[in-house]
């Protein structure tokens, strides 16, 4: 006798769909214990110094990071002192780089003839590889948060840009028309057509950007910094301190899972009414 | 109207360089830190006939390249794989979604201390950096093919393999070069970049930080300026191959217009 | 009130040049409902921008309450033949309503009531919440013309409003029409393809030539009000009107009256 034939049937399709639920995340991520379970035996058994295994680099990280009091919520000194100055710049920058770039590609986007004069800029401008500029603004920005946040706004800006452009240039003529025929004024139709007409693209362009930042942050903190995410990395390398090091990795990946989970959540709300419109069609 | 363009271009780009000038010469900004763009135009000029500059692009290309190819040859197979095999597709997604942001630049201090050689440790950061949107665009390249062509296929017979390579391998070439594109532009940067870490010798990022550490940025933005002009052909020549070999692709998707 | 003078527009220069307009001369009094019939693609939608000032014609004059048309008038209304793009996809249907009211200078609880008692007067009750793509076409098009009425604008232009609805949502939409031009003194120039709907809401009927389009011939509606969507298209004026229109659009050359009367 099962305890289920008991249950009020609304209650047994709850349990059904709880255990659907259960099943289908067991099918998507079997393979991520079965991989982390491997290598962790792979790595006992080849005992290499730079493949440290598993365990063994998360109890390195929870030293590190994880091991503090708890009013910092359990982070280390070490842990505020690295991750905070890296999310500031890597924030700050980003921020700085989506109104330049969402305010500077709509501007393009709406004039033919501002596009005519920049657009060979900007194609030349998005060509230079960023990493390209970090000896140029270590001397003019000297080492330290100035250039490495300018590091960050250049490498980021472009993919906003780029995409701004051509969402705003694509806006549909009826919406414009329509727009002007009930005598919306400048600023209804940038923030009530151009802007929302242009989103899906502007947010293409930013999903693209939260993964360049990441790289372009720990770049320019690799090059020269004294405090940040990537210089813990320079500093477990000096220090040969291996599982340190994969920690370090091992953060950053789950910093930018994070990064773009957390970005898709807010393109989902803010973008819901695109999704649902082209299902519809 | 074309010509019209190409004018304005012409005249942004002008207005750029004589105020640029202009900005150095009446002492707004300091030349020391920043030359005059007449003397980082001349010394782009110098820099083609150097063969120092030209050596470190060369090697930046070599790695580039060398870089590409290779993750091309891993990641496009692994992705036919993955794609064509819709439960191998679901196991592996969680996989891809962990590994696919760790940033490259990041490795480098690993692969530094594992691979001795200093071109090798470039290159291994621009295959794994370049192999992701492959792979990625190739899987979903698959995924997306139409399902009744293949089954209209399926229906006079043919088995899975000609399926694969009369329907889904063409309909989703498009994807696939359209990540060489993104793998192409991901590997210039990271190319430059561990040429920045590494401190290696050649490559333009290691030419670069030389002049840099000389406060020499004449030549450093001579350089720059050379890195994106080897970005612009990059992207040109694969917007052409795109182009040529999908017509009917991007015909029907407008991009062309 | 509108007076269109020799008005022409040719798309595109040089070998593939189109003449659209070839000289149209319209007048519409205030307070006049003027149906507009022509072959489809004549150049009906190309009068209609040129008088909301959304394209500069070629040639010819536009003025509305002698004043010369340059920008896009105030106090206008469109709606478009394309009403599915002309509604905003990111708003709901409400706020895609509501929206040209803010330059009414009505508040926001306001807005809101304007909007729902448009969308009621439409067939569209409760509308407000739902996104323009959840509709069907002919919905779509009920909001876009709910966005016309409820800015009450004193010159509306209408390019085919009801021409994805069904028979008998049609004939309430062009009773509504009517009722609200009655009740807010509207000047409304109506574009249709449907020669009874020409005639049954129009005061008089322009029809317009195959392209480049010109005024092919006009007649005065004195059908009585208010119209009965039964009882006026019963009567043999009705009939015989939507016969000289038909043949007007047909370009064959008018049969004297008496004729008409015989076959009706
Ligand atoms: N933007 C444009 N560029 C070039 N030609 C155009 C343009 N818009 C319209 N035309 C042409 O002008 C002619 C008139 O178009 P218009 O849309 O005014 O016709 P219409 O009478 O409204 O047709 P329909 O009854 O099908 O709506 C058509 O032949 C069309 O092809
Ligand atoms: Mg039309």
Redesign the interface.
Same mark, same amino acid.
């Given at each position: 006798m099962s305890a289920a034939t008991t249950l009020p049937p609304a209650e047994v399709t709850k349990r059904r769909a709880r255990g659907g639920r259960l099943s289908a995340l067991v099918t998507r991520v079997w393979l991520i214990p079965v991989v982390v379970a491997a290598w962790e035996i792979g790595t006992r058994q080849a005992a290499s110094a730079y493949f440290p295994p598993p365990s063994q680099i998360v109890a390195r990280a929870y030293e590190l990071w994880f091991s503090g009091p708890a009013a910092h919520l359990f982070l280390t000194d070490d842990a505020l002192g690295d991750f905070l100055p890296s999310l500031a710049r890597l924030f700050g920058g980003w921020a700085v780089a989506c109104v330049l770039g969402i305010g500077l590609g709509v501007a393009l986007g709406r004039s033919r003839a501002l596009a005519g004069y920049i657009d060979p800029l900007v194609e030349f401008g998005r060509a230079i590889p960023p990493p390209a500029l970090v000896p140029l603004f270590i001397v003019i920005f000297k080492l330290g948060t100035e250039m490495q946040v300018a590091t960050i706004v250049y490498g980021v800006i472009w993919p906003i840009l780029i995409n701004s452009i051509d969402g705003a240039r694509y806006v549909d003529r009826l919406h414009m028309d329509t727009a002007e025929v009930f005598g919306m004024g400048r600023a209804q139709r940038l923030f009530r057509i151009i802007l929302p007409a242009a989103g899906p693209k502007i947010f293409a362009g930013l999903r693209l950007s939260v993964a360049l930042a990441v790289i372009l942050m720990v770049l320019s903190e690799l090059v020269g910094s004294t405090d940040g995410i990537g210089y813990q990395l320079s500093y477990t390398q000096m220090n040969f301190d291996l599982a340190g090091m994969w920690s370090v990795i091992v953060l950053l990946g789950v910093l930018g899972l994070v990064l773009n989970a957390s970005f898709l959540a807010v393109e989902r709300r803010v973008l819901s009414w695109h999704r649902r419109a082209r299902q519809t069609t | 109207m074309i010509r019209?363009?190409v004018a304005? @271009?012409?005249?942004?780009?002008a207005?750029?360089l004589i105020a640029a000038e202009l900005a150095g010469r009446t002492g707004l900004v300091d030349t020391s *830190? *920043?030359p005059l763009m007449s003397t980082v135009l001349a010394r782009a000029a110098e820099l083609v006939a150097d063969p120092a500059f030209l050596a470190d692009v060369w090697g930046t290309l070599i790695v580039w390249a060398a870089g590409l190819l290779i993750a091309v040859v891993i990641a496009v197979p692994l992705g036919t794989l993955l794609g064509s095999l819709p439960r191998a597709e =679901? +196991? =592996?997604? $969680? #996989?891809v979604?962990?590994?696919? $942001? !760790? $940033?490259?630049? %990041? *490795?480098? $201090? #690993?692969i =530094?201390?594992?691979i001795p050689d200093d071109s090798a440790i470039k290159m291994t950061a621009v295959v794994y950096a370049a192999a992701w949107p492959l792979l990625v665009n190739t899987m979903y390249g698959l995924r997306d093919v139409d399902p009744i062509a293949k089954e209209t296929m399926r229906s006079f017979g043919f088995g899975r393999l000609a399926v694969l390579a009369r329907v889904s391998l063409p309909s989703a070439a498009p994807f696939v070069l359209t990540g060489v594109r993104l793998a192409t532009a991901v590997g210039? !940067?990271v %190319?430059?970049?561990a040429e920045? !870490?590494t401190g290696g010798t050649a490559g333009? @990022?290691a030419f670069? !930080?030389r %002049?840099?550490a000389g406060?020499r940025?004449d030549l450093?933005?001579a +350089? =720059?300026l050379w +890195? @994106?002009?080897?970005?612009?052909v990059a992207?040109a020549l694969l917007l052409e191959l795109q182009r040529r070999a999908f017509r009917w692709h991007a015909a029907t998707s407008g991009e062309l217009s | 009130m509108l007076d269109v003078v020799n008005l022409r527009h040719t798309y595109g220069q040089g070998p593939s040049a189109h003449h659209a307009l070839g000289g149209i001369d319209l007048k519409v009094a205030e307070g006049e409902l003027v149906s507009v019939v022509g072959p489809s693609g004549c150049g009906k939608s190309t009068l209609l921008r040129s008088i909301a000032g959304l394209i500069e014609p070629t040639d010819g004059h536009i003025r509305i309450r002698d004043g010369h048309v340059t920008g896009t008038p105030g106090d206008l209304a469109v709606v478009f033949q394309d009403y599915s793009r002309s509604l905003f996809p990111w708003m709901t249907v409400g706020e895609n309503v509501a929206l040209p009211l803010r330059r009414r200078g009505m508040g926001r609880a306001a807005r809101r009531a304007a909007a729902a008692e448009a969308l009621a007067e439409v067939g569209l009750p409760g509308a407000e919440a739902k996104y323009p793509w959840e509709l069907s076409g002919g919905m779509q098009q009920r909001v876009a013309i709910a966005r016309a009425l409820a800015y009450r604008p004193t010159l509306l232009l209408m390019d085919e409003p009801f021409g994805s609805v069904d028979a008998q949502t049609r004939e309430d939409l062009e009773d509504l029409v009517l009722k609200v031009r009655e009740l807010h003194r509207m000047t409304i120039l109506l574009i249709t393809h449907d020669i009874d709907e020409s005639v049954y809401v129009g005061d008089r009927v322009v029809v317009l030539t195959k392209s480049p389009a010109r005024v092919a011939g006009e007649l005065s509606v004195d059908l009585p009000f208010p119209r009965d969507q039964i009882a006026t298209r019963e009567l043999p004026a009705f009939v015989h009107l939507r016969a000289e229109v038909g043949r007007l659009v047909r370009a064959k050359e008018p049969l004297p009256p008496f004729h008409a009367s015989q076959q009706a």
């Open positions: - | 019209r363009r304005r @271009g012409a005249t942004g780009v207005v750029l *830190l *920043l =679901t +196991a =592996t997604r $969680p #996989l979604e962990f590994l696919r $942001p !760790i $940033p490259s630049v %990041a *490795l480098l $201090p #690993l =530094t201390l594992l210039l !940067i %190319a430059v970049s920045l !870490i333009v @990022g670069m !930080i %002049a840099g406060f940025t450093v933005l +350089a =720059t +890195a @994106g002009v080897l970005g612009l992207n | -």
